[in-house]
C-alpha cells in the first residue's frame, strides 16, 4: 500500500486558490507549488504521476479526461482520494483552453469557477466508492487488455530484435561496466525507500549508477552522483544536467533516448547548454534501454530501483510500449534483480577492519577513562605490581 494513503485529509481548495495548466503531468510537477490547483488532462491516470501530486501537495486536481476510462484498473485515482485529494473527472478537453496557467479559480463540489465565480466547467467529482466501482469495472476488461499486450509484445520482438539480442545501436560509454554491479534508478514506485534501504549495499559495492531522467535527480537527493545519465532528457533537473561538465575524470556521461525515427524531446535542450552526450534510438522506455545497455556491457548484476515489477504496474503505465518492458525482463533476467531484493539478501557484511576499529575505540576509552581517574590508576597500579610478583614466584 503506498505510504500516500496515510496523508491528512485535505480541506476544499478557498477561494482564489492559483491553477497550475499543463497537459503533460510530469512537467506539471516541476512547476506547482503547495496548495496550487492542479488543471491536467491525463487519461488513465497512473500511479507514479498521482504519488507525484500528492508529494507536489496540491490542494485538488481536476482532469480534463476520465482519470480511469474503464479499460484497465489503473492506480491513480485510488492514490489521490486516498490521500484526500480532491478529484474532478472528465471535464472535457476545452478546459485546457478556458484556464489560463496561473489563474485564480475555486473547486466548488464538481464545478470549476473562476476568480469571480463564473464556471468554467463540471465534471464528476470522484470518491473513494466511486473510484472502487470504477476500478472494479475495469478489473472486468483485463482479458482485453491482455490480449492487446501480447499483440504488442509480438510486434515489440519483431521490431526491434536487433537491440534486444545484439545491442545493435547502443552506444560505448566512458565508464566501464564489466564485471560491475549496476544500479540503475527510476523514479517510480517507492523509489525513496529502496534507495534507503540500499545505502549498505551502495557503500561496499560501489555500483555504476545510471539514473533514467528523474531517477537522476533521485540520485543526487540522497547524495549519490550518477555515474550515467538516460532518458529523453525531459524531466531531469538542470542541477543534474550540469554534472556532464564538471571534471574529465568524475564527469557524468548523458545519453539520450530518442525514438525510432530519430526524434527526442530533450535534444535541443542539451544542444542549447553545449552539454556532450550519445544517442541511442529505441522504441522501448529509457528504463528498458538502460537495462539493456548495463546487460550488453557485460554487467555482473543490475539493480532496478524504482521499476515496474509486475504485469498491473506495465499495464498502470497506459502505454504499448510496456511490452517492451516485459521483453526486456526476459532477456536480462539472469543479471536483473530489484532493489527490494538486494536490501532483503544483502544486510550488509561485517568486515574483519570494522570490528578492529570498533574493538580499538572501546580499548582507547578505556584509557581515557583510567588515566583520567586517580584511584582507577592506583589501582591498575596495584594489579601490575601483584602480577609481577605472582610471575617471579611462579618461575
Known sequence: MSSTRTTARRSRPARGTLAR???????????????????????????????????????????????????????????????????????????????????AVTLDGDRLLDGEGRLMGVGTRQTEASVREAVAGAAEQLQEQFESFASNTVDFMQRERDLLFGGSGLPDLAHDLARRHVLVVVRGYHYREDLSALRPYISEMSPVLIGVDGGADALIENGYRPHIILGDMDSVSDRALELAKSGRRSRTELVLHAYPDGRAPGRARLDAKGLPYKVVSAAGTSEDVAFLLAHERRADLIVAVGSHGNLREFLDKGRAGMASTFLVRLRVGETLMDAKGVSRLYPGRVRARDTLLLVGSALFAVAVTVLASKPLRLYLGQLIHDLSVWLKDLV
Do not use: F, W
Open 21 to 103: 495548466v499543463d497537459d503533460r503531468t510530469k512537467d506539471l510537477l516541476r512547476r506547482v507549488q503547495p496548495g496550487e490547483v492542479a488543471v491536467i488532462d491525463h487519461e488513465d491516470l497512473d500511479r507514479v504521476a498521482a504519488d507525484g501530486l500528492v508529494e507536489a501537495r496540491v490542494s485538488a486536481v481536476v482532469n480534463a479526461s476520465p482519470s480511469c476510462s474503464g479499460r484497465y484498473p489503473n492506480l491513480g485515482p485510488s492514490v489521490l482520494v486516498q490521500a484526500g485529494i480532491p478529484l474532478v473527472d472528465g471535464v472535457g478537453p476545452l478546459l485546457m483552453s478556458k484556464v489560463a496557467d496561473g489563474q
